[in-house]
């Protein structure tokens, strides 16, 4: 008789806990951009070969912190805030959405997504800070806020 396999527990992270791996991620990412900058030009072809090599994989790594932050992001932004601590981390998120949005050209689908990820942030972070403040969700409206965004992202329903 074979013996059933005890399957790990799919949980993840707290929103604080990826924070703390978003800031991570983001200084790492941040120093990759700061390598090789203000050195003086190659010496010979030996050394200039060798700085190409090191530039390709400095940006293969780039890309991959860089892809690794926006998965980050988009992870947060989907999960309910239940802590004032995520509910930081994820303004932080939603001030980089506006960032971009703000400082970049982007095409109507993607200005459509960021809203949809403020708006959840918003969604999520309104019922813990109310509760930190003391405030009454009825007596503030804030209840409206989440009950009607409550069909549209189902995950963040309490």
């Known amino acids: 008789m074979a013996r059933a396999t005890k399957v790990p527990s799919a949980e993840l ?3 604080t806990q990826l924070g703390r791996v978003l800031g991570t991620t ?3 990412e941040a120093a990759i951009d700061l390598i090789g900058s203000g050195q003086p030009p190659p010496a010979d072809e030996e050394e200039r070969r060798a ?3 090191q530039q390709i994989r400095l940006n293969t790594a780039d890309r991959l912190l860089f892809d690794r932050l926006n998965a980050l992001r988009s992870l947060v932004g989907t999960m309910p805030a239940k802590t004032l601590s995520d509910c930081v981390v994820q ?3 939603a001030a980089h959405w506006i960032m971009r949005m703000t400082c970049n050209d982007l095409d109507p689908s993607e200005i459509s ?3 949809d990820n403020l708006e959840r942030i918003i969604v999520s972070v309104l019922p813990v800070l ?3 403040a003391g405030l009454d969700l009825v007596e503030f409206a804030l209840d409206e ?3 009607l965004h409550e069909a549209r992202f189902p ?3 309490i």
């Open 13 to 15: 992270p707290s929103i």
């Open 26 to 28: 983001a200084r790492r």
């Open 51 to 53: 700085r190409a090599s």
């Open 91 to 93: 303004i932080n998120v």
């Open 113 to 115: 997504e960021h809203c």
């Open 130 to 132: 109310a509760a930190a």
């Open 145 to 147: 806020v989440t009950d």
């Open 155 to 157: 995950e963040l329903a």
